[in-house]
């Protein structure tokens, strides 16, 4: 009994009550943590005077150059130096914005308590005087250093500057640049100013000038003064180019007798250009000899030089024996001297080895180029094998070298010699295709030829293909072309392309005699009809 009240005294539970249970008896779901307190904004970075003229440096934009450059001065203790300023400055100035060039200047002349450095300076000069040829600014920025530096400008400076006026030929500058530099350097130039002014009155033809100067240099007292091989060097060169031969070579010797200065490759490639030039290859291979018994083994260029020499007197004999000095002194032959030897050999009637010479320069990796397939397309035409030199302009391209104005020139020039004028139609044609035209007196002779042939279709042609690229034909050709009996009828096809003046084509109409017409015909030279 008491085991039976213990079991009915038990409450029951249903197993589906585990599988399924009610709400009333589910497990409270906890409540999310609460979110984290905010973080405190990180101030921002601050950035460093180097990181910040880079980031002006690299701006494509100079508007937005100038905003960063102006919102770097609200960082706490940051104030613009001589690296900002530069980078800014260099910036403006590569964009061609010259009005904010000058106005920063301005500003660093009036507020800016900073040292400043010259470098900047002189690639701000350099940049306005060669790129944008704002010769004046550059000079006008040059005098004005010594307030921006608070220093004279230094010695390297004055050297850059005055080249760059030098070589822009500007007279008045120079002279303007040399009397600011006197009462800068009472002491006297140094070497490099002098050599660019060697250098100046050379340009300018006044060698006597170069002279007396290069007399002072040798009487200063100065080592920093004293002339050296630059010196010497820019004046042979003057002289070599006067013709003037003897007179270098007996510098030369002074150069080295007196004043102990020994010659470098450069040096002694001026006078071996200079013989050669003058035809003198005798003493140009004695001085190559001299050369190399005194030390100085020749290079590169100075066996271009001498291997030129010989091509101009057409001695291939001579230009095989350099090629193969070359050879023997264990010098990588270069793309120069393949082509030197190539092109003499073409010009003298022996094409053949010129195209061996550019299969073996191809395989040892000195690849020819446009320049060298010209010489080899040049010497076929001489040939007559204007077919072979045809296919090869047209395989140019696979070989990754694309023929060039002269290429086309070359075969058009052999068709005219050789009066093929249907060919040299043809070939026009597709000349103008490839956005290329004949020589001017090829262009003259080939509608003299046509007209002299009396074919009217491929002079039409010709004139019309030509006179589209803004050639406009001699007075002696456009004479040729109004005595020609097809002449009203190249003309009137003529007028109904282009523009022409009423006035001029009334001319026409009256003369009952074509043969009539005349340059005069036109009122005016025949650019004013075309």
Known sequence: MKARHLKNSLPWISPLQYLSPSSSSAVPTPSPPPPPPPQPTPPPRYITHPEAARLISIQSDPQRALDLFN??????????????????????????????VDSLLKLIHRHHSCRLYEPPFLSLISLLSSRFSLHEKSLEIF??????????????????????????????????????VKDWYKAGLNTCICNILIKHYSKMGQIEKAFELLEKMRRSSLNRTKPDLITYSTLMGVLCKEGR????????????????????????????????????????????????????????????????????????????????????????????????????????????????????????????????????IEGLCKEERISEALELIEKLSYEGVKPNVASYRIVMNCFIARREMERAVRFLGFMLQKGFRPHYNASNQLLVGLCDLERINDATFALNGLTGTGF???????????????????????????????????????????????????????????
């Open 143 to 180: 005098l004005s250093l010594p307030s921006l530096l608070r220093v004279k400008p230094s010695p390297k400076a004055v050297s850059a500057c005055l080249n760059l006026l030098v070589e822009s030929g500007k007279v008045e500058l120079v002279d303007k640049l040399l009397c600011h």
């Open 245 to 376: 031969i003897k007179d270098a070579f007996k510098l030369f010797d002074e150069m080295i007798e007196r004043d102990k200065i020994m010659p470098d490759h450069l040096t002694y490639n001026i006078l071996l250009d200079g013989f050669c030039k003058q035809g003198q290859m005798d003493k140009a291979k004695l001085l190559f000899g001299f050369m190399r018994n005194n030390g100085c083994e020749p290079n590169m260029f100075n066996y271009s030089t001498l291997m030129n020499g010989f091509c101009k007197e057409g001695n291939v004999e001579e230009v095989h024996k350099v090629f193969d000095e070359m050879l023997r002194s264990g010098m990588k032959i270069d793309r120069v001297s393949y082509t030197t030897l190539i092109g003499c050999l073409c010009r003298n009637g022996f094409v053949n080895k010129g195209i061996e010479l550019v299969v073996e320069m191809n395989e040892k990796g000195s690849r020819a180029d446009v320049i060298t397939y010209n010489f080899i």
């Open 472 to 530: 406009a034909p001699e007075i002696v050709t456009w004479n040729r072309l109004v005595e020609s009996k097809f002449t009203y009828y190249i003309i009137s096809l003529y007028f109904t392309t282009h523009s022409y003046r009423s006035n001029d084509k009334k001319e026409i109409d009256k003369c009952e005699n074509k043969s009539d017409l005349t340059y005069r015909t036109f009122n005016g030279p025949p650019s004013l009809f075309f």
């Open 71 to 100: 919102s770097l001065s609200h960082q706490p203790g940051f104030s613009h130096n001589h690296a900002t300023l530069s980078a800014l400055l260099l910036r403006l100035a590569k964009s061609g914005k010259f009005a904010a």
